[in-house]
């Protein structure tokens, strides 16, 4: 009975920053929450069930107008009482601002999506933020098991269902893709809840801005042919996931080296022309 007693004193609760973009309707192009961040904010608070005291701030950067707030708001009505929103106009780059404000008030986690619904969607904003606080980056997180003197368990979710279990020095920033799936948005605390707007120095982004985008067309997918004498055979080849062959494991290079290897691939597969 004691030494539970004792562990309890020593979870204390943690500062968790959970990072929400607008998000974009599959089918009707309308905003709304962005399914991933959804599943992030449902495991920050899945972290403050399991670990009392915890403390949860939800942050946006970006303006402010009705399509933007009523996508928001499906954030907060999931049970927070108020969100910060970075002001920056449209086409500003959010990184400088989050870096920054992450930096002021120190949280000891940050959760984010995967990637965003709308704009680039290239998935680097986890990384950049890495990059700029000096802080340890885990992707494709499936759960936190726990938190304990400084240092969280993680479950990271590997291909084929397979799960790898991690353990990170807090600070520490993680980006979410399949988590649990988020709890339903409520009107009532969604409408009540209020916006905490804080002024920033937006920085254009000059890159983005110099690209042209366009709808994503579906490009085909090459099919296998299978031969096979039985209709389970068939089935079986048909259901299985294909592993990738002729891949090339590096070990012991140098950066150029390493990326020369990515740039040989990006063009074999025409993802660079």
Do not use: C
């Not at 069930?49 to 970006?62: F, K, Q, V």
Request: no cysteine; aromatic share 2%; proline share 6%.
């Amino acid at each position: 009975m004691q030494p539970d007693l004792h562990q309890k004193q020593q979870q204390q609760g943690i500062d968790v920053a959970v990072l929400v973009s607008i998000g974009r309707h599959p089918t009707t192009g309308r905003a709304r929450r962005a399914e991933q961040d959804a599943r992030g904010l449902e495991l920050a608070l899945a972290i403050e069930a399991e670990l009392p005291g915890t403390r949860i701030s939800m942050l946006h950067a970006g303006s402010q107008d009705d399509g933007s707030e009523a996508a928001l708001r499906g954030y907060l009505g999931m049970g927070l009482e108020s969100m910060t929103l970075l002001e920056q106009p449209e086409g500003s780059d959010a990184i400088p601002a989050l870096a920054e404000h992450l930096a002021a008030t120190s949280p000891q986690l940050v959760i984010t999506g995967a990637r965003a619904e709308r704009g680039e969607g290239s998935g680097l904003l986890p990384y950049a933020l890495a990059e700029h606080l000096g802080w340890p980056l885990v992707n494709s997180l499936a759960s936190v098991e726990k938190v304990e003197n400084g240092v969280v368990t993680l479950l990271q979710a590997l291909p084929r269902g397979q799960r790898r279990r991690l353990k990170v020095r807090l600070p520490a920033i993680i980006s979410v893709d399949e988590a649990a799936p988020a709890r339903q948005s409520a009107f009532g605390p969604a409408r009540r809840a209020t916006f905490a707007i804080t002024p920033t120095t937006p920085e254009a982004d000059s890159e983005l801005a110099q690209w042209h985008l366009a709808p994503a067309r579906k490009r085909p997918k090459r099919l296998k042919i299978v031969k096979a004498a039985s209709a389970r055979d068939r089935f079986k080849a048909a259901a299985s996931k294909s592993e990738g062959k002729g891949g090339q494991v590096l070990t012991d290079v140098s950066p150029e080296q390493g990326a020369e290897a990515i740039y040989k691939l990006l063009k074999e597969e025409d993802v660079l022309r």
